[in-house]
């Protein structure tokens, strides 16, 4: 581990909540509006945690434990994701498995609190979820093979790091992009944003992941919310070390770069939702099979180009 990691690490879990207050300023700003302030996300949280949760009699421990597994699980994740130039807190071969396996274990526990509340309205949530997520990971898990192939390593760490900015003028060039392509539309299907989840809507027909967690309070919300911006972070911080693989050894300067990429990839993600709809719930699968065409096609360009 490199000596400035767990800074990078402490400022990933600090900075988490910052993504999304850029994805609503900048749907704000195309609808013309001021929008929340910068820190809404950090005072949203810190109003959760202070209050009190509620608990209906008909649920179990299941119920409760969901948002802390679901988080720790997530929180874990996040120390095996790189932060650019810097590697991952937690590094060893077969990492990428883990990555997908502890979101997987996160989504897993929010399903089952969902179902544990014996609603037919959070069952359809979950049965949605867990349809969607079938489709996802196996886009997550071509696109990370692209960078196995292209690399040569099976460490999160090790796939970040052989990634060069003049890999991007040869013919790795195209494969980077279209395994960066499939990540972002992964990240768009993982944390319920715009043109497959919509985090604001409460129409019971179109409700996928927000009508899951309708029964939870307090910090249980708090928690929750917090998970889905270090999930949102996990995914950009892959992306970013596709796309901008910058590494001039000055820790200022690589951080910078960082962290201005993350900004970058959440005002994508605010455009993406001001300027399309959501898909109906049965075009939604087709979005999730495209990516991992993508996925499965670059992964193909890889094996021909070596």
């Given amino acids: 581990m490199r000596p400035e990691t767990p800074l990078f690490t402490l400022a990933a879990f600090a900075l988490a909540p910052l993504l999304l207050s850029v994805i609503n300023r900048t749907k704000a700003f195309f609808a013309g ?31 409760r434990a969901g948002p802390m597994v ?42 089952l609190a969902a179902l544990d509340t014996g609603s037919s309205f959070e069952g359809m949530g979950a049965s949605r979820e867990a349809r969607f997520s079938s489709l996802a990971e196996p886009a997550l ?7 196995v192939v292209v690399s040569g390593s099976l460490s999160l760490t090790g796939m970040m790091g052989a990634i060069a900015p003049a890999m991007w003028a040869t013919t790795a060039g195209p494969v980077l992009a279209l395994a960066a392509a499939a990540l972002f539309l992964v990240l768009l299907a993982e944390n319920a944003r715009i043109p497959v989840d919509d985090p604001n809507t409460h129409l019971e ?61 959440a005002a994508i993600v605010g455009v993406v939702e001001s300027s399309m709809a959501r898909l109906r719930m049965r075009s939604v699968p087709n979005l999730l099979i495209g990516a991992g065409g993508l996925g499965a096609l670059a992964v193909a360009l890889a094996l021909v180009v070596g």
């Fill in 205 to 265: 027909l179109t409700m996928v992941h927000e009508v899951m967690v309708l029964d939870h309070s307090g910090p249980d919300l708090g928690y929750i919310m917090y998970g889905a911006a270090l999930k949102l972070w996990v995914f950009a911080s892959l992306i970013i070390g596709i796309l901008l693989p910058v590494r001039t050894g000055v820790l200022l300067l690589d951080g910078g770069v960082f962290l201005a990429g993350m900004l970058v990839v």
């Fill in 141 to 147: 898990f071509l696109a990370l093979m692209v960078l």
């Fill in 33 to 63: 509006r001021t929008g929340a302030p910068l820190l809404q996300p950090y005072y949203d949280l810190w109003k959760l945690l202070r209050k009190g949760a509620v608990y209906s009699t008909t649920t179990t421990w299941v119920f």
């Fill in 70 to 111: 679901g988080l720790a699980a997530v929180a874990t994740a996040m120390l095996l994701t790189p932060s650019g130039n810097v590697g991952a807190a937690i590094g060893f071969p077969g990492d990428l498995v883990a990555l997908a396996g502890l979101l997987a274990l996160a989504r897993m526990f929010t399903m």
